[in-house]
């Protein structure tokens, strides 16, 4: 079955810098868009990003565009987030989840998601 | 990118029904049959419950079941039960490959 492993996070300075990765298995990863999502403590999902199939196209909320990078290396079946420049409001879990859509799909919703990573940003 | 709007919480005694309410725009919920709810317990992952709408995915008790009138979709959990006790939220696509969340609602079983 699918099964997403998060990895990366930490404790970080704000204005620092931290690459998440999301193990993927048990299904063909090159073939699905890959979303990620964040939830601060204590508080609701929100949707960070998005990446189709084979990399061309990415997309992410407004709040972390020109900070936040999504990517993925289908060789290595692992998706990416590079947070650079973390503000305190940053500090969340993030995880990685499945996107149903097939490949000429624009994405359809997060489906499977991994357990999460915890990413706290203080000085 | 506004959040969906749910209520902060519900509550409901075991065997009865609820629903919970996820208000968007023309935008979003309005404009694509993309809603779907998740269902998270303390400290797990949130779970997929309902997708495009109104299926269910495989596993999920046919006690969940989702609908979508205007802007407005809904979740309704009959036959409480005790384990159902979580935050849901609800999520739409809003276009050009970007999504949005709901707030969030705490289902208290009385």
């Known amino acids: 079955q699918v099964q997403l492993v998060e990895s990366g996070g930490g404790v970080v300075q704000p204005g620092g810098s931290l690459r998440l990765s999301c193990a993927a298995s048990?299904?063909?990863?090159?073939?699905?868009?890959m979303h990620w999502v964040r939830q601060a403590p204590g508080k609701g999902l929100e949707w960070v990003a998005f990446i189709r199939f084979d990399g061309t196209d990415i997309y992410s909320v407004d709040s972390v565009k020109g900070r936040f990078a999504i990517s993925r290396d289908n060789s290595k079946n692992t998706l990416y987030l590079q947070l650079n420049s973390l503000r305190l409001e940053d500090t969340a879990v993030y995880y990685c989840?499945?996107?149903?859509?097939?490949?000429?799909?624009?994405?359809?919703?997060?489906?499977?998601w991994g357990q999460g990573t915890l990413v706290i940003v203080s000085s | 990118q506004s959040a969906l709007t749910q209520p902060a919480s519900v509550s409901g005694s075991p065997g009865q029904s609820i629903t919970i309410s996820c208000t968007g725009t023309?935008?979003?919920?309005?404009?694509?049959?993309?809603v779907s709810w998740y269902q998270q317990h303390p400290g797990k992952a949130p779970k997929l419950m309902i997708y495009?709408?109104?299926k269910r995915p495989s596993g999920v008790s046919n006690r969940f079941s989702g609908s979508k009138s205007g802007n407005t979709a809904s979740l309704t959990i009959s036959g409480l039960q005790a384990e159902d006790e979580a935050d849901y939220y609800c999520?739409?696509?809003?276009?050009?490959?970007?999504?949005?969340f709901g707030g969030g609602t705490k289902l208290t079983v009385l």
């Open positions: 048990g299904f063909i990863f090159s073939s699905y868009g």
């Open positions: 495009e709408v109104s």
């Open positions: 023309s935008s979003d919920v309005g404009n694509y049959n993309l």
């Open positions: 999520c739409s696509y809003a276009g050009s490959s970007t999504w949005v």
């Open positions: 989840a499945k996107d149903p859509g097939s490949r000429d799909s624009s994405g359809y919703y997060p489906g499977d």
